[in-house]
């Protein structure tokens, strides 16, 4: 059964990088069928997705987030990986990553971590 | 960029039918799916490609999508099904995914 795990710094500074982790175990990461999200859910908002990568290490982001997220995958322990730069408050959210399916015009988060809540203050 | 208007609330007596609706323009011209968010749970697929519903899912759970609005709807409601429901496409005019703002379901 594919399960995915979030980890990492759940308090960030403003202006410093937001980390985090996805540990996926049940499915290797390292095929093309799929792709890698990471999603975040700002308090009272719809999810926002950011970006997702594949397994080649192609990545596409959320054309808003561009300039500042970065994904990074790790085939050898199963994992990816989020970077954001420069937070501010209003990136303080529950992040989620997501296994997607990318077919045509079609994007589809079919299995999803719990999520982390991640806050940005002083 | 496309937005996803989805109502902030919907109410049903349990064993009625909770209808929860996803509007957009033309969305009847792309694939929709729709998320369940419990607290402290991983959001599940409950609905994908407008009406396709996941292995593990009710047969309560049922969607369709035309014109203006796609609507997912939710027969014999019962207290496990209170939730927030969450509309998706992808909107390639600007390359990326949209999410509706979700609506809650409460079981009254």
């Known amino acids: 059964q594919l399960q995915l795990q979030e980890s990492g710094s759940r308090l960030v500074k403003p202006f410093q990088t937001l980390s985090l982790t996805c540990s996926v175990s049940?499915?290797?990461?390292?095929?093309?069928?799929?792709?890698w999200s990471w999603i975040r859910q700002q308090p009272g908002k719809g999810p926002e997705w950011i970006g997702y990568i594949y397994h080649t290490g192609l990545t596409y982001f959320n054309p808003s987030l561009q300039s500042r997220a970065a994904i990074s995958i790790d085939t050898s322990n199963n994992q990816f990986s989020l970077g954001l730069t420069s937070v501010t408050a209003a990136d303080t959210a529950i992040y989620y990553c997501?296994?997607?399916?990318?077919?045509?015009?079609?994007?589809?988060?079919?299995?999803w971590g719990q999520g982390t809540l991640v806050t940005v203050s002083s | 960029s496309y937005v996803l208007s989805q109502p902030p609330s919907v109410s049903v007596a349990p064993g009625e039918t909770a209808r929860m609706t996803c509007g957009g323009n033309?969305?009847?011209?792309?694939?929709v799916h729709w998320y369940q968010r419990k607290p402290g749970q991983a959001p599940l697929v409950v609905i994908y490609?407008?009406?396709d519903r996941p292995s593990g899912i009710p047969e309560r759970f049922s969607g369709s999508n035309s014109g203006d609005t796609a609507t997912l709807t939710i027969s014999r409601v019962e207290a496990g099904d209170e939730a927030d429901y969450y509309c998706?496409?992808?909107?390639?005019?600007?390359?990326?995914?949209?999410f509706g703002g979700g609506t809650k379901l409460t079981v009254l």
């Open positions: 997501a296994r997607t399916q990318v077919m045509g015009i079609h994007r589809l988060f079919d299995s």
């Open positions: 998706q496409v992808w909107d390639s005019s600007s390359d990326n995914v949209v």
């Open positions: 033309n969305i009847g011209r792309r694939s």
């Open positions: 490609y407008d009406s």
């Open positions: 049940g499915a290797s990461i390292d095929t093309g069928s799929y792709c």
